[in-house]
């Protein structure tokens, strides 16, 4: 069972082949939880996307501006289809949230700024490990 505060990590939110967006991803009170810091390199499309997807009008001029903004906080019960595709070589996962799609990595894309507290490879491939044990005692599919 997971513990109401853990993990906690830096993580991206890939969107197509080169949009990505940096924030933490956590358990916090048995919700998953992802909250961006700024559109990152996110396309107008793609932020469109993400407002489709939240259902929640206004997202992308938020984004936009830089807010730190919580795309979901989702209790764990509707979290599935979770899995760790090898070509993440262990630094990534894909997931649904209320069977909205999102893939995640652990390793910084190369087209972004750096982020604090991000540790190259190992780091992200530790992080991947993680949230694979984590998600797998919530019983969500690997």
């Avoid at 069972?1 to 830096?10: E, G, I, K, V, Y």
């Avoid at 933490?24 to 499309?45: D, I, K, N, Y």
């Avoid at 780091?123 to 490990?129: E, I, L, P, T, V």
Wanted: proline share 6%; hydrophobic share 40%.
């Amino acid at each position: 069972m997971l513990h109401n505060d853990a993990p906690r990590t830096a993580a991206w939110l890939i969107m197509g082949s080169t949009g990505s967006t940096p924030g933490v991803l956590e358990v916090v009170g048995g919700h998953l939880r992802f909250t961006a810091a700024g559109r990152g390199a996110l396309t107008s499309g793609q932020l469109a996307e993400l407002e489709r997807r939240t259902g929640r009008a206004g997202l992308a001029a938020e984004l936009d501006r830089g807010s730190s903004v919580v795309l979901f906080d989702a209790p764990l019960e509707v979290v599935g289809d979770v899995t760790f595709p090898w070509y993440y070589f262990g630094g990534g996962m894909k997931l649904a949230v209320a069977e909205a799609p999102y893939r995640f990595s652990f390793l910084q894309p190369q087209n972004t700024q750096e982020w604090p507290g991000v540790d190259g490879i190992p780091g992200g491939r530790a992080a991947g490990k993680l949230w694979r044990a984590a998600l797998a005692s919530a019983g969500s599919r690997r």
